[in-house]
């Protein structure tokens, strides 16, 4: 539960500065944040022992893949957007 309230904690401290954004970054912003949101329920599922530890491992290892995508199709979509 505590990792849970980690996550928690660092998705409401950006909600804020999300909403600052321009559309296509808070779009971006705001799927890294669900993602954030989606593995502090996994981590709720667990401690409530609703999934094995297996599970939690494993859907944590794809939630960190997609957090890797979402940020490399960011840096790639600055790279090709940047002036040189």
């Known amino acids: 539960m505590a990792s849970a309230e980690v996550l928690d904690r ?3 401290g950006q909600l804020a500065q999300v909403a600052r954004l321009p559309e296509d970054a ?3 912003s705001a799927d890294h944040l669900a993602e954030l949101v989606l593995l502090a329920r996994d981590y709720r ?3 409530l022992g609703w999934i094995s530890r ?3 491992d494993r859907r944590g290892r794809a939630a ?3 957090l890797a995508d979402l ?3 960011r840096l790639a979509t600055a790279h090709l957007t940047e002036q040189d």
């Open 45 to 47: 599922r667990y401690a």
């Open 71 to 73: 940020r490399a199709t």
């Open 10 to 12: 660092a998705v409401d």
């Open 64 to 66: 960190t893949a997609r």
């Open 26 to 28: 808070r779009r971006h």
């Open 54 to 56: 297996r599970e939690l």
